[in-house]
């Protein structure tokens, strides 16, 4: 039981009003913050401005710096001055033996297996080893045979006409290339006639002439520091190694007939060789053909044979010369041709070894020797031994017409 009296339970006492606030003074309004232009994203960057997924405006992608760059540059460049020197200085400066080339052994040469000959074949030469180098070359030879001929003989006779009056003609010759003066006897029951022309050689290649060097026009001097300077000596030229000359070939035919058979064989072929006319008997006085025989020689042949037009030697006079002329260390006659239609015009000069071995026709514009092909006829009287060259004086030449001088 509590001791004393209980106290009085207190009367809730009553709040005071707040007094009212006083309303604060309105912010003035900030100015707007300025709105960076936006920068254009890079390749493959995403663009500026979108929200990501959770609707949050995303971040600007900070610029990369090219490190990457920097360093892959040095490498590169220090990689390939490193490959320039050891693949190209050193090896032009080093001590290096060069590697041993490993030797071959021969093979046995490619040939043919077969020969072919018309439907048949033959079987092809076959060589070992040691034969390596051997090479089968094609011949250029061509075979006809004429059959069902009534006379051989005479058929033969007439394709020998037609040769020898051929553009270039052909010359009955021995198996040597030279010429005869006797065709054989066609009407022999059988026999052979060779016909041969030498072939012209190749033309040697040209060589570059150096260009001229231009000379100042009038008006213009020389450049100062090329009038300065002395003029240096060109250097000694190297002597050009020695050319092979081309052989000398002929063009054959082979003609042999039987009239047995009623057949004519002819054979076209090439050769090394060159049609010559026969060495003459040497005449008293140590000259073979003097003047008068070069001569008559000249008239002997026919237009054609000497390069001219017309049928007939009549048509033209044949003038001599009384000086020899040297080429390649033997002694020629000079013959002068003139048009007897014409008078006294001049046609061609023709050079007549006094050896009876060549007889050359001179261009009138270059001077060049062309050889004419011939068979050597000695007849006539011979005369004095021509004077050897004498110098020009300036003299008319003799055994040609006064009116008449080239």
């Not at 260390?329 to 046609?347: E, K, M, Q």
């Not at 001077?367 to 050897?388: D, I, K, N, Q």
Request: hydrophobic share 35%; with cysteine.
């Amino acid at each position: 039981m509590p001791f004393g009296k209980p106290k009085e339970p207190k009367a809730p006492k009553e709040k005071k009003p707040k007094p009212a606030k006083k309303p604060k003074p309105a912010k003035k309004p900030k100015p707007p913050k300025k709105v960076k232009p936006t920068k254009k994203p890079r390749k493959g960057a995403p663009p500026q401005g979108e929200e990501n997924g959770e609707g949050q405006e995303g971040e600007q992608p900070q610029k990369k710096k090219p490190i990457l760059l920097f360093i892959l540059i040095p490498v590169v460049v220090a990689a390939v001055a490193a490959a320039l020197v050891f693949f190209v200085i050193m090896p032009r400066f080093g001590n290096q033996d060069p590697e041993p080339t490993p030797t071959e052994e021969p093979k046995p040469p490619e040939l043919p297996e077969e020969l072919k000959v018309g439907e048949e074949s033959v079987p092809g030469m076959a060589l070992e080893a040691d034969e390596s180098g051997a090479l089968a070359v094609l011949a250029k030879t061509i075979t006809y045979t004429y059959t069902n001929l009534n006379d051989a003989g005479k058929a033969a006779e007439t394709y020998v006409s037609q040769l020898k009056a051929a553009d270039p003609p052909f010359s009955i010759v021995d198996e040597e290339f030279v010429r005869l003066k006797d065709a054989p006897d066609f009407t022999a029951a059988e026999g052979m006639v060779l016909l041969a022309r030498n072939l012209p050689k190749p033309e040697p290649e040209a060589e570059a002439t150096p260009a001229p060097t231009e000379e100042p026009k009038e008006g213009e001097s020389a450049a100062p520091d090329s009038s300065a300077e002395p003029s240096q000596s060109p250097p000694p030229e190297e002597s050009a190694p020695p050319v092979d000359e081309a052989p000398d070939m002929v063009l054959t035919v082979r003609i042999t007939w039987s009239n047995a058979e009623g057949k004519c064989v002819v054979t076209a072929d090439e050769a090394e060789g060159k049609v010559t006319s026969p060495r003459p008997e040497q005449q008293p006085g140590g000259q073979s053909v003097g003047i008068r025989q070069a001569e008559n020689q000249i008239r002997s042949m026919t237009p054609a044979e000497l390069g001219l037009p017309g049928t007939s030697m009549a048509d033209y006079e044949v003038f001599p010369q009384d000086v020899l002329e040297m080429v390649d260390d033997t002694a020629y006659i000079r013959l002068n041709i003139y048009d007897s239609v014409a008078p006294y015009s001049f046609v061609g000069s023709y050079l007549m070894g006094v050896d009876g071995e060549h007889l050359y026709q001179v261009d009138a514009d270059t001077g060049e020797l062309v050889e004419l092909e011939f068979t050597l006829h000695l007849s006539g009287p011979e005369t004095a031994a021509p004077e050897p060259p004498a110098p020009a004086t300036g003299a008319p030449e003799s055994g040609a017409p006064e009116s008449a001088k080239p």
